[in-house]
Nanobody, 118 residues
Protein backbone atom coordinates (compact mmCIF):
# COMPACT_ATOMS: atom_id res chain seq x y z
CA UNK A 1 0.00 0.00 0.00
CA UNK A 2 1.13 3.51 -0.80
CA UNK A 3 0.63 6.47 1.50
CA UNK A 4 0.81 10.11 0.51
CA UNK A 5 1.30 12.83 3.12
CA UNK A 6 0.82 16.44 2.07
CA UNK A 7 2.02 19.57 3.81
CA UNK A 8 2.38 23.28 3.23
CA UNK A 9 -1.15 24.58 2.81
CA UNK A 10 -2.44 27.63 4.59
CA UNK A 11 -3.80 31.14 4.34
CA UNK A 12 -2.01 33.73 2.25
CA UNK A 13 -2.83 37.14 0.79
CA UNK A 14 -3.27 37.61 -2.92
CA UNK A 15 0.10 37.90 -4.62
CA UNK A 16 1.77 35.76 -2.00
CA UNK A 17 3.46 32.38 -2.26
CA UNK A 18 3.09 28.93 -0.79
CA UNK A 19 4.96 25.69 -1.29
CA UNK A 20 3.17 22.35 -1.08
CA UNK A 21 4.98 19.07 -0.58
CA UNK A 22 3.81 15.49 -0.82
CA UNK A 23 5.87 12.57 0.43
CA UNK A 24 5.05 9.07 -0.80
CA UNK A 25 5.90 5.98 1.22
CA UNK A 26 5.12 2.29 1.23
CA UNK A 27 5.49 -0.34 -1.45
CA UNK A 28 6.17 1.71 -4.56
CA UNK A 29 7.34 -0.28 -7.56
CA UNK A 30 7.53 2.23 -10.39
CA UNK A 31 6.19 5.77 -10.35
CA UNK A 32 4.63 6.87 -13.63
CA UNK A 33 3.53 10.36 -12.62
CA UNK A 34 3.07 12.48 -9.53
CA UNK A 35 0.98 15.57 -9.47
CA UNK A 36 -1.37 18.02 -7.86
CA UNK A 37 -5.08 18.49 -8.31
CA UNK A 38 -7.42 20.91 -6.63
CA UNK A 39 -11.07 21.09 -5.76
CA UNK A 40 -12.93 24.25 -4.86
CA UNK A 41 -16.29 24.07 -3.02
CA UNK A 42 -19.05 22.91 -5.34
CA UNK A 43 -16.66 22.22 -8.20
CA UNK A 44 -14.99 19.16 -9.67
CA UNK A 45 -11.43 18.15 -8.93
CA UNK A 46 -9.14 19.59 -11.60
CA UNK A 47 -5.55 19.02 -12.62
CA UNK A 48 -3.08 21.65 -11.49
CA UNK A 49 0.27 20.17 -12.50
CA UNK A 50 1.90 16.80 -13.07
CA UNK A 51 5.42 15.52 -13.55
CA UNK A 52 6.41 12.24 -15.14
CA UNK A 53 9.19 9.91 -14.10
CA UNK A 54 11.22 11.43 -16.92
CA UNK A 55 10.66 14.97 -15.69
CA UNK A 56 8.07 16.10 -18.23
CA UNK A 57 5.70 18.62 -16.67
CA UNK A 58 2.13 19.59 -17.47
CA UNK A 59 0.28 22.59 -16.11
CA UNK A 60 -3.28 23.85 -16.17
CA UNK A 61 -3.50 27.01 -18.26
CA UNK A 62 -4.68 28.95 -15.23
CA UNK A 63 -1.42 28.36 -13.33
CA UNK A 64 1.17 28.48 -16.10
CA UNK A 65 3.90 30.94 -15.30
CA UNK A 66 2.91 31.10 -11.63
CA UNK A 67 3.22 27.52 -10.35
CA UNK A 68 6.17 25.16 -10.66
CA UNK A 69 6.16 21.44 -9.96
CA UNK A 70 9.25 19.47 -9.06
CA UNK A 71 10.10 16.01 -7.82
CA UNK A 72 12.88 14.56 -5.72
CA UNK A 73 12.68 10.77 -5.47
CA UNK A 74 9.32 10.06 -3.81
CA UNK A 75 8.50 13.66 -2.93
CA UNK A 76 6.68 16.05 -5.22
CA UNK A 77 6.48 19.77 -4.53
CA UNK A 78 4.41 22.59 -5.92
CA UNK A 79 5.78 26.12 -5.68
CA UNK A 80 2.90 28.56 -6.00
CA UNK A 81 3.69 32.20 -6.67
CA UNK A 82 1.42 35.10 -7.51
CA UNK A 83 -1.50 33.43 -5.78
CA UNK A 84 -4.99 34.64 -6.61
CA UNK A 85 -8.26 34.25 -4.69
CA UNK A 86 -9.43 31.86 -7.41
CA UNK A 87 -6.59 29.51 -6.42
CA UNK A 88 -8.44 28.83 -3.17
CA UNK A 89 -9.19 25.12 -2.96
CA UNK A 90 -8.25 21.86 -1.34
CA UNK A 91 -5.11 20.62 -3.06
CA UNK A 92 -4.63 16.88 -3.48
CA UNK A 93 -1.46 15.00 -4.29
CA UNK A 94 -1.77 12.08 -6.70
CA UNK A 95 0.64 9.30 -7.53
CA UNK A 96 0.19 6.94 -10.46
CA UNK A 97 2.16 3.76 -10.12
CA UNK A 98 2.85 0.70 -12.24
CA UNK A 99 2.83 -2.34 -9.99
CA UNK A 100 5.29 -5.21 -10.21
CA UNK A 101 2.59 -7.34 -11.84
CA UNK A 102 1.78 -4.74 -14.46
CA UNK A 103 -1.50 -3.02 -13.47
CA UNK A 104 -1.41 0.70 -12.81
CA UNK A 105 -2.91 2.31 -9.73
CA UNK A 106 -3.73 5.82 -8.56
CA UNK A 107 -3.19 6.94 -5.00
CA UNK A 108 -4.41 10.19 -3.45
CA UNK A 109 -3.37 12.22 -0.46
CA UNK A 110 -5.80 13.51 2.12
CA UNK A 111 -5.74 17.05 0.79
CA UNK A 112 -4.43 20.33 2.12
CA UNK A 113 -6.37 23.59 2.20
CA UNK A 114 -5.04 26.63 0.38
CA UNK A 115 -6.90 29.88 1.00
CA UNK A 116 -5.99 33.10 -0.78
CA UNK A 117 -7.52 36.28 0.59
CA UNK A 118 -8.11 39.33 -1.55
Amino acid sequence: QVQLVESGGGLVQAGGSLRLSCAASGRIFSIITMGWYRQAPGKQRDLVATITSGGTTTYADSVKGRFSISRDKNTVSLQMNGLKPEDTAVYYCKLREKSSLGPEYNYWGQGTQVTVSS
